[in-house]
């Protein structure tokens, strides 16, 4: 059974930092490009950043660019999102996603179709 677990979310103050984690079972982790969506409330949930499975290319959302870094710990089978310089802008529930198939579409990897597994999700709250 896959399962992916995030954690780290919580409220902090805009200018803050946050690391959310990602735990990955059940897939082929090292073979899947990993991804982190969030969604705001009454908005439909965005991409935020990828990674590809070697960790060598990244994509991100021009909104996150410079402060959001996505990386990933193959051998724990983790995936991490270090977010800086929050903004209240940035609440929203953050989902962590997984692509098995694997290959790397650059700045299409933002299409929500190509993930095959998903997270709960974790809040993120950012106060001003």
């Known amino acids: 059974q896959v399962q992916l677990v995030e954690s780290g979310g919580g409220l902090v103050q805009a200018g803050d930092s946050l690391r959310l984690s990602c735990a990955a079972s059940?897939?082929?982790?090292?073979?899947?490009?990993m991804a982190w969506f969030r969604q705001a409330p009454g908005k439909e949930r965005v991409f935020v950043a990828a990674?590809?499975?070697?960790?060598?290319?990244?994509a991100y959302a021009d909104s996150v660019k410079g402060r959001f870094t996505i990386s990933r710990d193959n051998v724990k089978s983790m995936v991490y999102l270090q977010m800086n310089s929050l903004k209240p802008e940035d609440t929203a529930v953050y989902y962590c996603?997984?692509?098995?198939?694997?290959?790397?579409?650059?700045?299409?990897?933002?299409?929500?179709?190509?993930?095959?597994?998903w997270g709960q999700g974790t809040q993120v709250t950012v106060s001003s």
């Open positions: 996603a997984s692509d098995a198939g694997g290959r790397w579409f650059g700045t299409m990897q933002t299409k929500e179709d190509l993930y095959d597994y």
């Open positions: 990674i590809s499975s070697s960790g060598r290319n990244a």
């Open positions: 059940g897939v082929t982790y090292s073979r899947s490009v």
